[in-house]
């Protein structure tokens, strides 16, 4: 089955430094996409980026890129120079394999993050 | 476009009321979804409809019943909510191979 798994419930980052967020995913089917989701206290979801299990490059979107390491099933989201408007959960989520129809996502439990400034 | 809307945006209802919860999207999206947040525990998919005229069963189904109205609206169904079912209800949409789009979410409290 598959399985997204995020084991940091809460970090906190100093202004303008790089972050980490970790997550790793469990499967047994080759193609699939993972995401990362930022939701701000004001509670609504917002996609940040994308990565299918057979991009060749890590995918990058102006400040936020995902470490991919397919052997270790990670999928970690790095987010530089850090800003007070990035202090929010953030989910990872997997969508089950390109095959299927419905495109459905499972999510981890998240992490919180707090910029300070 | 105002991508994915949601109403209500709170509700608060006694154990055994009904109610149903709106969702309508306005890009064209085949897939639609209805989630649950609670804490600790992420979003988990209560029910889904890959296309219009479609609907199966998610994670969580149990409760909920929906109705894909249209290729632009489906909505979630509480017959005879439970204060279990306190939580935070988010609509999504999307097509193959591209990202879910979420609605602002409905605040839904039983007592």
């Known amino acids: 089955a598959q399985k997204i798994t995020q084991t940091q419930p809460g970090m906190f980052v100093q202004e303008k430094e790089a972050v980490t967020l970790d997550c790793t995913y469990d499967t047994s089917d080759p193609s699939y996409g993972l995401f990362w989701y930022k939701q701000p206290s004001s509670g609504e979801m917002i996609f940040l980026i994308y990565q299918g299990s057979y991009d060749q490059q890590n995918a990058t979107e102006g400040r936020y890129s995902l470490n991919f390491q397919k052997a270790r099933k990670s999928a970690n989201l790095v987010i530089s120079a850090s800003q007070l408007g990035d202090s929010a959960m953030y989910f990872c989520a997997m969508r089950e394999p390109y095959g299927g129809a419905t495109n459905k996502l499972i999510f981890g439990t998240g992490t919180l993050l707090a910029v300070q400034p | 476009n105002a991508g994915v809307t949601q109403t209500p945006k709170f509700q608060v209802l006694k154990t055994g009321q009904s109610m149903t919860l709106q969702c309508a999207q306005d890009?064209?999206?085949?897939?639609m979804y209805w989630y649950r947040q609670d804490p600790g525990m992420g979003l988990r998919l209560i029910y889904y409809s890959a296309s219009e005229g479609t609907t199966d069963k998610g994670e969580v189904p149990n409760g909920y019943n929906v109705s894909r109205l249209n290729k632009r609206e489906f909505s979630l169904r509480l017959e005879s909510a439970a204060p279990s079912q306190t939580s935070v209800y988010f609509c999504a949409s999307s097509d193959l191979r591209v990202a879910q789009y979420f609605g602002p979410g409905t605040r839904l409290l039983v007592l």
């Open positions: 890009m064209n999206h085949n897939s």
